[in-house]
């Protein structure tokens, strides 16, 4: 199986490193800009992970845009949802006849955008359940103890191309599964990262900081009632085992430092995936007939703090 992995940041080191030490890939290359090529020509992708173990690959494939051929049987995606079009652009060339582009990134509307790029039958569903981040010096830093993979058919076919995946991991030491109902998944992750994201953008605080306030755990189990609502009226129900036994205990946990990385984005003046996340849940609740005033605030936040991150005036810029 010949893999092009989609940059080589946090997520794509990650799991593309973890590729290459599973053993089980004939190929594993990196599509990137110069600047990371030449960071990985000189260091390789290095891994630290205090519980899935360190790993170095060196050297690694490496590819610039204009050096990408067709050929590959699987393209995997781990840009943010704001660089999606000149993602696409830039894998066009190596997506043939035979590759599936599997885009791991957050929420939904990146889906309908790759099937009319490329066709319904290239594109995957996937999910990553992971924390990492990529240090100044180039390295991978996987920090909590989540390092999962899920994927498969948007139609729920179990292909043998999703098996195929899933076997690609070989030896590594990542949880991998393949989902028949990938499309459920992905709108519960929407759920819970969308609640989390519009709980960070309005009060600027991780969730143990707003479940401390005086009805901080109502507010966001009413916010996370809404998301569920409008996965529900679309068709995509919350299990009960995800709701009652992940979400409620995670928004009710006064001692948590969880927080949306939005929030980090945002603290540090960077770019949101305001329309991808929090504007797509609120699309979602509208048509749901969902009371929309929430997640609407959280949207017009994030909306208005793009503008003045356009215009230079974030303090400190």
């Known amino acids: 199986m010949r ?11 990650y799991f593309g490193g973890r590729l290459i030490e599973g053993g089980a890939v004939e190929e594993v290359a990196f599509l990137v800009r110069p600047g990371r090529k030449a960071k990985l020509e000189r260091d390789g992708i290095i891994i630290e992970s ?3 173990g360190d790993f170095r690959a060196h050297p690694v494939r490496t590819l610039l845009q204009e050096e990408v051929s067709p050929g590959w049987d699987l393209v995997l995606m781990t840009c943010k949802a704001y660089d999606l079009e000149d993602a696409i652009e830039a894998i066009r060339p190596a997506v ?18 790759l099937e009319q ?3 319904s039958g290239r594109v995957l569903g996937g999910l990553a359940y992971i924390s990492t981040t990529l240090t100044p010096a180039g390295v991978g830093r996987h920090l909590t103890a ?4 899920v994927f498969g058919e948007l139609d729920g076919r179990m292909s043998e191309r999703v098996l195929a995946l899933k076997a690609a991991f070989g030896r590594a030491p990542v949880e991998v599964e393949v989902a028949d109902d990938i499309q459920g998944q992905m709108w519960e992750k929407l759920v819970g990262l969308g609640t989390l994201a519009a709980a960070a953008v309005l009060m600027r ?15 966001m189990e009413r ?7 409008a996965a529900g009226g679309h068709g995509h129900p919350v299990r009960p085992a995800v709701l009652d036994g992940v979400f409620r205990p995670m928004f009710r946990d006064a001692n948590s430092s969880l927080a949306a990385s939005m929030l980090r984005d945002l603290e540090a003046g960077g770019r949101v ?10 699309g979602a609740v509208r048509r749901a007939g969902v009371p929309d005033e929430l997640h609407e605030a959280a949207y017009l936040h994030a909306k208005a703090y793009e503008n003045r991150r356009d215009a230079g005036c974030l303090p400190g810029l």
């Open 273 to 282: 995936e305001a329309d991808h996340i929090l504007g797509f849940l609120l």
């Open 50 to 52: 205090p519980t899935a």
């Open 3 to 13: 893999i092009l992995v989609l940059g080589a940041g946090a997520l794509g080191g």
């Open 146 to 149: 989540h390092n999962k993979l």
């Open 117 to 119: 790029a490329f066709g």
């Open 205 to 219: 605080a991780n969730v143990g900081e707003i479940a401390r306030t005086p009805g901080g755990v109502a507010w």
């Open 96 to 113: 043939d006849g035979q590759t599936a582009v599997l885009p791991l990134l957050n929420g939904l509307s990146h889906v309908e955008r």
């Open 223 to 229: 916010l996370l009632e809404r998301s569920a609502a």
